[in-house]
């Protein structure tokens, strides 16, 4: 049977730290997938926020979420606190990608409990069509590389 395996880069330009709330809990005892999902979402606008953009406003353009790839790894439990590190990759002509590693620290150890992709693509809300990555945006977030 096939898996995702994400290649995570070397370095990420941007952190936070995110707490894992017992509205994140499932019927499991751990963090449910779709609070992972959320988690990324919270964690990219803050790494967008980083260089006064967000999701409606983009250098001037908005971002659609094209796709996305969560590789699960280990449990998360209420109390635990994660660190996601959230880095931009893969610039093309439209879109590009944001990468994401999530880690939590327990007994002593640093682990890592799931990695995800989202692929972004940059949207004309106005006239309803896809549109160019501005350049401004492309430039500020390479340049955190």
């Keep these: 049977m ?6 995570l880069p070397e370095r990420f330009s941007f952190h936070t730290k995110i707490p894992i709330r017992i509205t994140d809990i499932n019927y499991g005892g751990h963090a449910g997938n779709d609070s992972i999902l959320a988690m990324i979402h919270e ?5 967008l926020q980083q260089f006064a953009y967000n999701e409606k406003d983009f250098a001037g353009v908005g971002l659609i979420m094209n796709d996305v790839v ?3 790894k ?7 606190v994660v660190d996601v ?4 990759t893969a610039f093309e002509r439209v879109s590009f990608d944001i990468i994401y590693q999530l880690n939590t620290h327990r007994n ?11 692929g972004m693509v940059c949207f004309d809300y106005n006239s309803k069509k896809i549109t160019s990555v501005p350049g401004e945006a492309r430039i500020k977030m390479q340049a955190e590389l």
């Design 2 to 7: 096939s898996r995702i395996k994400l290649e």
């Design 43 to 47: 964690a990219r606008i803050q790494f």
């Design 70 to 72: 969560i590789e699960f």
């Design 74 to 80: 280990k449990e998360l439990f209420y109390g635990d």
């Design 85 to 88: 590190a959230v880095t931009a």
């Design 108 to 118: 002593g150890k640093n682990i890592t409990v799931a990695a995800a992709k989202t």
